[in-house]
């Protein structure tokens, strides 16, 4: 399809310059072929008495000064074909159909109840990347998904948002299609954080409240220190009223994560999602992030995506993806104790299995 549009687009151009490149030449060529006519004509019948020298001298000067007025208006032309070829773009886009429509059923209020029932998707015309896959969320829950990179960890979210539909079966929320809801009370009952952290072109402050407008600033303060933020945010050199820049750019990869949390839990959202939120700080901030997360997890219902086990084993839950399948399911006690993916990467990430192999060599 981007190389169709493409294609079409280049094409639209391609005919604008070409209709430029002859227009422009052909008006300057008339207008000096209408000036060397009057010029050569109007001498002889000036000549012959026939015309006046004054109405001569003024024919002459109207016909120079048509020259730049007519140049401008083939330029000006060249310009409305280049804007006809991006507005044919514009309005392609805006009569596009949206792929997603709003449901009708209202949820002012959630309760962070999640399902996956039977839930399978893929990309138009490619294979299946979520395949059947079924597990809950309690309301209150702190549930962990864990799997290797590009397993559908991050997809299965998608799912959840709704920024994706699925394929066959449903993801509900208290009971409900994610379908049906309407959209806006849909995401209004979810906070994500994810890795790849987006902050506007604004204050700390702003970036914060954006996850609720009217929060005071005492409870803007309250969500950072929570996120492990505050500190770092004072030492700036306007505190909570410095400019980030564009994407936060201003700030260092694992302050924005910082950010974001606290934008997240500053929305008091029923549902957090956590995908990877704190792939970029230290491990001493992690685990004080960690425990803030965990003073408030019973407020909500939170979903870990984590490639740190160490950060998960607390969870009430965890549900292990291989190839868009859940292949195991139980707290981390409990994975660990049967082989399996988990039980693998929890020994590589604890060095378990580097000393394992260290002494089958002793």
């Not at 008339?30 to 001298?57: E, K, M, P, R």
């Not at 003024?58 to 048509?66: A, G």
């Not at 070829?85 to 709003?102: E, K």
């Not at 407008?213 to 500190?231: G, I, N, R, S, Y």
Request: glycine share 8%.
């Amino acid at each position: 399809r981007m190389t169709v549009e493409s294609d079409r687009y280049r094409q639209a151009n391609r005919r604008a310059i070409r209709l430029s490149a002859a227009f422009s030449p052909l008006i300057r060529v008339a207008v000096l072929t209408g000036f060397i006519s009057t010029l050569i004509f109007g001498g002889f019948l000036v000549l012959d008495g026939a015309l006046a020298v004054g109405t001569y001298s003024v024919l002459v000067f109207i016909t120079q000064r048509l020259l730049w007025p007519l140049t401008d208006l083939g330029e000006t032309l060249d310009l409305y074909q280049r804007a006809m070829a991006s507005t044919t773009r514009i309005l392609t886009v805006l009569d596009t159909a949206p792929a997603m429509t709003n449901g009708t059923v209202g949820l002012p209020t959630a309760t962070g109840a999640v399902g996956f029932e039977h839930v399978s998707f893929s990309y138009p015309d490619r294979p299946a990347v979520i395949t059947d896959v079924n597990f809950s969320v309690d309301p209150g829950e702190t549930f962990a998904i864990v799997g290797a990179t590009g397993a559908g960890k991050t997809t299965l979210m998608k799912l959840l948002l709704r920024l994706y539909d699925v394929t066959a079966g449903r993801v509900t929320l208290d009971g409900h299609d994610v379908r049906h809801l309407a959209v806006a009370d849909l995401r209004r009952a979810m906070a994500l954080v994810s890795q790849d952290v987006f902050l506007f072109h604004g204050t700390v402050g702003e970036n914060i409240r954006y996850g609720r407008p009217d929060a005071t600033d005492e409870e803007v303060e309250t969500a950072a220190k929570l996120a492990e933020a505050h500190d770092f945010i004072a030492a700036l050199p306007q505190g909570y009223d410095t400019v980030v820049g564009e994407r936060g750019q201003r700030l260092s990869g694992g302050q924005r994560q910082r950010v974001s949390i606290a934008r997240a839990l500053l929305s008091q959202a029923p549902i957090l999602i956590l995908d990877e939120a704190t792939s970029s700080v230290d491990n001493e901030t992690e685990a004080a992030i960690q425990r803030s997360l965990a003073s408030v997890a019973h407020q909500r219902t939170t979903i870990v995506i984590a490639h740190r086990l160490s950060t998960i084993r607390h969870a009430d839950a965890i549900v292990v993806v291989e190839g868009g399948r859940v292949t195991a399911t139980g707290t981390h006690d409990e994975l660990i104790a049967r082989p399996g993916l988990y039980r693998t990467l929890w020994a590589v990430q604890t060095g378990e299995a580097t000393a394992a192999r260290f002494t089958a060599i002793d």
